[in-house]
Each structure stands twice: as structure tokens, then as C-alpha cells.
């Protein structure tokens, strides 16, 4: 034994048996608990130890247990620890960081159709990797309902034979609930139960099964079988398929009522990558912090070491800027646009203005554009001012509302649930209108009675129309048209005004968003238990619903990246995402660039990152950008990361002084471009990004480039032209960006785009370029 390695175990012996080591000792009167996930030099584990379970139990009072450990896309454990215990835990040498958790929240079927994804297409994307089938797709939400006809196994082959994972059963989830197609399902709720107490089971399942609707909804998107006829209460009628219909899919269930937890969801994390899935779908996000403070770019960047493809949702924070979420460079981040259907309810104000809405109510209508009902602001003085304005649960008063319709304005509570505040109180009908922060942009609810939305010019020609005619003498009057499913809307898509935007806080020269996909008004299964509006009072049961959210549009881009996996095997992550980017569109099928749903003016790249997903075109992108681990290591070292944090992210030991040579953080093999220039009082400033690319098209080719600058700057490329001779091979190429200097306040922002192409006449390769000058305060 060498000398180093018997001076560990003499440590560890002491540890053991020395009351001035244990936690226990000396703790302050700091008696508040938190949990915290922490990163151990793994390796150190002394022979003493049976496993490392117990190595990390060593390391804590006799009193603390521990939550999770963790062994595959991190090495280390979570326990909840007081202030004190936590600072002694940090002296250890082998204790490396202690990461504080962060509760996440969810990013609360035309779509394949929309995408050019049909069932009888025999050349496109589907046919080629036979629908996915030898994929597993993680989804990492709030479980499943298996028996959903989205998730039979008929026709489909025996379990993929590198499969590792089980199928956690309980008294509400036997083992029959998992088949050919929902082939693993697993449960994380010790991190939610140490800090809220032992869950109750009246209101939620401990197991895999789904008591919310949103993981049911996520799976089927991602991967639903077939299922004809599908509909929620009338609306959408038609086929609902996932994206990739064959593919298997294994469940972790990490959100709860309260939310989802740090500690569970690295838990799903490290499980998904040692079962042996080739996707992870997250539909979850919270705060944007430093990597190395954040599990799910911790867990990702584990996942995709192993290969693992992760996509996750962007966020509902939009339309305002730097909202974006889940943005490390490693996860493909994703938002939300709108598909070419949608559910009509306008309302017809009794001095015959129609003002637009939607809605997918299914009850009894109100009688026809003719029959008109008497309609009262929430929020005007015979209400409870602010809160009735927001229909707030018991601010709205009987004798006002009583058989009228009544405009709430959004904000705090859920929509459908104003929608029962208004039922309760006797109103006959609602109105929900946006505030500014909101815009145009419009979500379709399953209302629990006649109800419709509109945008924030609708709320206020409304409610100028009510005042109107209360100045008048004259009794404001209204009705509320349900028109059912309209298609083939124009424009679309279009830019979700809840999907959140760019700039990148943490990382600006990594654009984010990195794509757009279906979002809004999406069709997919529904558990039993749970009525479409999510209101608990709604006893309507249905196998569909529509819901909207980035969360709808991430498992769209899982599903691709699954059919992309199954045509290219030998494609990584970065691969797979480039092939997404470098093909994405950016015009709307009237051909303009793609609008915001929330100003009606034209989007950004800020909006949609490289574009709208494009399968058929992803298939065979000609080149590709690719990015190895190491890449990652180097842009972390080039973000002044210091060697510690980079190992807790990584995994690694980071030697930065190559990195630091190697150029700046902008030089990660990024699809998309983004400089970012401080205006230190310069006339001119300029930086140059390098980029290598990978030839997956045919293999004699030329690639020429082809460059729209950002306006105001100059921009070139070297060489102008790229000559393959093999597939597989690989060419740099630098770009050159001059920028001048523009008028601006100080701590004020200037943002430009253009893009560059390589095209061979076959393939056109795109990377959005954007420039951001700021002045510094």
C-alpha cells in the first residue's frame, strides 16, 4: 500500500472515531435545514468502505441521511444539512463543492403533419429509421398514464437488447402498466418528501403514474403511437401521432405537487444514462445560475458525455428579453411556436364590433351571435378592485356577476380556474383578456363554462366599450361565437409570445434559443383523475387535451433527435442539434420572415434562435458542426470557470492553459454566431470566431459561402470556399467581424443579425450571426 493511500485510511479511521471530525459536534444553534448536492473526488473512496454509500454516510452526523447518490453523470450524494454542518462539510478533502438545491417548475395534433411528418411517407424521415424503434427516449416529468392508446405496443419488436432499466412498480402501477413501448418507469421523491414531509397519497401516486397530465402529455408527443380518432371535447379533430411513434420510451417521475427537486432530478438523470436511453426530453427549468450551481446542466453534461442527446424546454418567461432557461451549450434549448390550427371564440360587443378570441370550451354555446348577454368588468368600482379584476378566488360579488359575462384580466391564478371563480359567483360567461406584459399572444383553455381569450387590444376596446355605455345610460351587452377548429392558418408559424427569449444571461456568445417548435394549442394524451382544464372541480374526463408551453415544444425536438439518432447512428448530440440548427427556417408559410405572436412585428433571432425545426432537411444537413467534451472543458476554462467548478460540471480535471491559448468562449464549435462588443469609447472594434466543419453529405464536394451581414458591420470569411473529398472529413474556416461603434446610453444594448451559409448547390448550411455592442454603465 503506498504511503498516500495508508495516510487516507488513518485519516478515515480518524474520521470514523473522532468526535472532532463528526458533524455533530460543535453545531451552532443554525437548526434550518437544506438540501444540498455534493461533489466528492470519487476516486478517493479508501478500501475501507464496502461501497460508496457508505463512505458518504461517514462523512455525516449520525442524525443526517442521505437523499440520493449518484454514480454516472455525477459522482457525489445529497443530504439536508444545517448552515454549520454544511461549512464543516466543506473542510473534508474529499468534498469538492456542496451545490445548494433549486425547486424547477414544468413549462406548462397537427403538428407531425405541420413538420411534413406523414404515416405514408415513404422517403421522408420516418421511413428511413423505421419510426426509431431501437431508441429510448427519457422523458423526465410527472410520470405517465400508460394505459393511454398513445402508448400501446402493437407491432412493435422485443425490448432493445442494451436495455438496462426497470420498471419500478407500486400498488397503483403494476407491472402490466409497462409493455414494449413504455419499456422503463422509475419514481424520485426522496428530495421533494425531505423537505415537504411524506407526500399525500389522496392527491398524488407514489409511483410512476401521472396525477397532473403533464408527462402523459409530454410522452405522447414525444412518442406516441398512432391513435385515430383523437379530439379534445370536439376540437382537433383527426390523428394523433408522437414524433417518433416507434421509438420506446422510459419514465422518470421527478415533479410533484410542490414542484421538482435538484436532487431528484440528477437522480432521473444519473438512472436514464446507466438504463441505457439515447435521449433525454425535459420539459422543466427554473432559475438560470452558473453551470457548476445548476443539476440540470450538470446532469446533461454527464448525459451527453455518454452520448445521450438532452433537449429541454427554454421557458414561458417571454416575450421579454433574457428570459431564456436551460442554457448551457451542451442541452439543446428549445421554444415555442404556433402550428397553422387554431380554435376560434370571438366576441361580439353590442355595438357589432367583433373582437378576435380562442378557446376550446366543448359545452353548450350561449346561443348564436343574436342572443346578447349583459357584461360587466370584474375589476370596475362595484367589484373588489384589483383582485376582482383578476377574478381572484371569492373577490367577485353574486349580485353583480349573476347571468352576466364578465371580463377578468390575466394574471396570478390560472386561467381556467377565473373561469371558475366567474361560474361560482353566477356569472354566465367569461372573457379573459391579456395584460400589456402579454401582448396579442393567445392561449386556448378548456374552459369549465362559455369562455374566451383575447389580446390586450381586445381587454381594452372592451372595456372602453363597457365604460362607454355606462356613461351613455345604455347597458353594455355581448355574446361569445365558438367557431370549433379552423387549419391552414396564416401566418404561421409564428413566435409563441410566452416563449422565452434571448440573450443567453449566462453564456452571450452561445445563442439561446437554439431552435423553435410546435408549442402552442398541441393535441396529446390525457390521464383519467385529471379533468382538461386542471381545475380540481372538473370532473370532465378526456383521453386527449391541448396544452401550450415551451414544455409542448421540446418533446417534439426529442422525437426528432430520436429519428435522427436512428438514421445516423453514429452522430453525437452535437451533431444531431447542429443538423437541427444549420437547417431550421426562419420565413412563415406566406413567405416572410416569422412575426411575433405578442407585437404582431416581425421576430428575431433572439425569438427563434437558428429557426423553426426542419426534419426532412435535418436528415441531410451536408455538414455539421461537431463538439467533443473536451470542446466543452475548453469554452468553461475560456468562461474564467476556475478548475474546481469545471470538475464538478465535468467530471475532470481541467488543464485551462491550452484553453486560454486555443482563444476565447466563442470560439466553442457553435452553429450559431455571437459576438459581443463592449463600447469602451473605441471607433472600431473587431473579433474573429473559428469554426471546424464535418462533411455528411456526398463525398466529392465544393462549398461556397455566401454572407449577409449583421447591418453596420463588416464581415468576412476565410477561405470563401471549402473542397471535400471524402465523407468525414473536416474543414476550418475563420470569420472576421468589424464592428463601429453605435449611440447608445449607458447600460443600453444594440443587437444585429445576418447570417453565414456554405452551399454546394444541394445542401444550403446556416449559422445565424449576431452582434451585440453595449455600453457599459
Same mark, same amino acid.
Given at each position: 500500500?503506498?504511503?498516500?493511500? *495508508?495516510?487516507?485510511?488513518?485519516? !478515515?479511521?480518524? &474520521?470514523? @472515531? %473522532?468526535? #472532532?471530525?463528526? =458533524?455533530?459536534?460543535?453545531? +451552532? ?78 413549462? *406548462?395534433?397537427?403538428?407531425?403533419? !405541420?413538420?411534413? &411528418?406523414? @404515416? %405514408?411517407? #415513404?422517403?421522408? =424521415?420516418?421511413?428511413?429509421? +423505421? ?647
Amino acid at each position: 500500500m503506498s504511503s498516500s493511500s *495508508t495516510f487516507l485510511l488513518l485519516f !478515515f479511521i480518524l &474520521l470514523l @472515531t %473522532s468526535s #472532532s471530525f463528526s =458533524l455533530s459536534a460543535n453545531v +451552532d444553534n443554525d437548526y434550518t435545514l437544506k438540501t444540498y448536492i455534493i461533489k466528492v473526488h470519487y476516486d478517493a473512496k479508501p478500501s475501507i468502505f464496502p461501497t460508496h454509500k457508505h463512505w458518504y454516510e461517514s462523512s455525516l452526523s449520525s442524525s443526517t441521511s442521505l437523499i440520493h447518490t449518484y454514480d454516472t453523470v455525477f459522482h457525489g450524494f445529497s443530504a439536508r444539512l444545517t448552515s454549520s454542518e454544511a461549512q464543516q462539510l466543506k473542510t473534508l478533502p474529499h468534498i469538492i463543492a456542496l451545490i445548494p438545491e433549486q425547486v424547477r417548475h414544468l413549462h *406548462t395534433t397537427r403538428s407531425p403533419q !405541420f413538420l411534413g &411528418l406523414k @404515416t %405514408s411517407d #415513404s422517403a421522408g =424521415l420516418l421511413k428511413e429509421s +423505421d419510426f426509431g424503434s431501437d431508441l429510448v427516449i427519457a422523458v423526465i416529468d410527472t410520470g405517465i398514464w400508460p394505459e393511454r392508446q398513445s402508448f400501446n405496443d402493437r407491432d412493435l419488436g422485443p425490448v432493445p437488447a442494451k436495455w438496462k432499466g426497470q420498471c419500478v412498480t407500486a400498488k397503483d402501477f403494476p407491472s402490466s402498466s409497462c409493455n414494449r413501448k413504455v419499456i422503463g418507469a422509475r419514481f424520485f421523491c426522496q428530495g421533494y418528501e425531505s423537505t415537504n414531509g411524506k407526500m399525500n397519497e389522496t392527491s398524488e401516486f407514489r409511483s410512476p403514474r401521472d396525477s397532473d397530465g403533464h408527462g402523459t402529455h409530454t410522452a405522447s408527443i414525444v412518442a406516441g403511437r398512432y391513435v385515430f380518432p383523437a379530439s379534445t371535447l370536439g376540437y382537433a379533430r383527426g390523428l394523433a401521432s408522437g414524433m417518433a411513434p416507434k421509438a420506446r420510451l422510459s419514465v422518470y417521475k421527478v415533479c410533484w405537487n410542490a414542484g421538482c427537486y435538484d436532487s431528484d432530478i440528477l437522480a432521473a438523470f444519473d438512472s436514464a444514462v446507466s438504463d441505457g436511453v439515447d435521449v433525454v426530453s425535459l420539459s422543466v427549468g427554473g432559475v438560470v445560475v452558473p453551470y457548476y450551481l445548476d443539476a440540470i446542466a450538470i446532469g446533461a453534461f454527464g448525459a451527453s458525455d455518454h452520448g445521450v442527446f438532452v433537449s429541454a424546454s427554454a421557458g414561458n418567461g417571454g416575450p421579454g428579453g433574457l428570459t431564456v432557461t436551460n442554457v448551457a451549450p451542451w442541452v439543446t434549448s428549445v421554444g415555442a411556436g404556433t402550428i397553422d390550427r387554431d380554435f376560434p371564440a370571438d366576441v361580439h360587443l353590442g355595438n357589432g364590433k367583433i373582437v378576435p378570441g380562442v378557446s376550446v370550451y366543448g359545452g353548450p354555446g350561449l346561443g348564436g351571435p343574436e342572443k346578447k348577454y349583459s357584461l360587466v368588468y370584474a375589476g370596475s368600482e362595484e367589484g373588489d378592485g384589483y383582485s376582482a379584476s383578476l377574478c381572484l378566488e371569492g373577490s367577485l360579488d353574486p349580485k353583480y356577476v349573476e347571468g352576466k359575462l364578465v371580463l377578468c384580466d390575466r394574471g396570478i391564478n390560472s386561467r381556467a380556474a377565473k373561469g371558475e371563480v366567474v361560474k361560482k359567483a353566477g356569472g354566465i360567461g367569461m372573457i379573459l383578456a391579456n395584460g400589456v406584459f402579454d401582448g396579442e399572444g393567445l392561449v386556448a383553455d378548456c374552459h369549465l363554462l362559455p369562455a374566451t381569450a383575447v389580446g390586450a387590444s381586445g381587454g381594452d376596446e372592451i372595456r372602453k366599450y363597457i365604460s362607454d355605455a355606462e356613461k351613455a345610460k345604455s347597458p353594455a351587452i355581448a355574446t361569445i361565437v365558438f367557431k370549433g377548429t379552423r387549419v391552414n392558418v396564416k401566418p404561421a408559424p409564428v413566435v409563441a409570445s410566452f416563449s422565452a427569449r434571448g440573450p443567453n444571461p449566462e453564456s452571450p456568445e452561445i445563442l439561446k434559443p437554439d431552435v423553435i417548435a410546435p408549442g402552442l394549442n398541441i393535441l396529446a394524451a390525457w390521464p383519467d383523475k385529471v379533468g382538461p382544464s386542471g381545475v380540481p372541480s372538473d370532473m370532465r374526463r378526456t383521453q386527449f387535451n391541448i396544452l401550450s408551453g415551451t414544455s409542448m415544444a421540446c418533446p417534439h425536438v426529442s422525437g426528432l433527435a430520436a429519428l435522427l439518432k436512428a438514421a445516423h447512428p453514429e452522430w453525437s448530440p452535437a451533431a444531431i442539434r447542429s443538423a437541427l440548427m444549420t437547417t431550421a427556417y426562419t420565413v412563415d408559410n406566406r413567405g416572410n420572415t416569422m412575426l411575433d405572436e405578442s407585437t404582431g412585428n416581425t421576430s428575431t433571432v433572439l425569438d427563434f434562435g437558428a429557426g423553426h425545426v426542419h426534419p426532412q432537411k435535418a436528415m441531410d444537413p451536408g455538414l455539421i458542426y461537431d463538439i467533443s467534451s473536451y470542446d466543452y472543458v475548453n469554452f468553461l476554462c475560456n468562461s474564467n470557470y476556475t478548475v474546481t467548478n469545471i470538475k464538478v460540471i465535468t467530471r475532470r480535471s481541467a488543464d485551462c492553459k491550452g484553453a486560454k491559448r486555443a482563444g476565447h468562449v466563442g470560439n466553442l464549435n457553435y452553429p450559431s454566431l455571437s459576438a459581443v462588443f463592449q463600447q469602451y469609447g473605441e471607433h472600431k472594434m473587431s473579433t474573429h470566431f473559428i469554426r471546424t466543419v464535418t462533411n455528411v453529405g456526398d463525398p466529392n464536394s465544393v462549398y461556397k459561402v455566401v454572407i449577409r451581414p449583421p447591418s453596420g458591420t463588416q464581415v468576412t470569411v476565410q477561405p470563401e470556399k471549402l473542397v471535400f473529398r471524402r465523407v468525414g472529413q473536416k474543414l476550418n474556416f475563420l470569420v472576421r467581424v468589424e464592428a463601429m461603434a453605435v449611440k447608445l446610453s449607458p447600460g443600453s444594448s444594440s443587437v444585429k443579425s445576418g447570417h453565414i451559409m456554405w452551399t454546394d448547390g444541394k445542401h444550403n448550411v446556416t449559422s445565424p450571426l449576431v452582434v451585440t455592442m453595449q455600453q457599459p454603465l
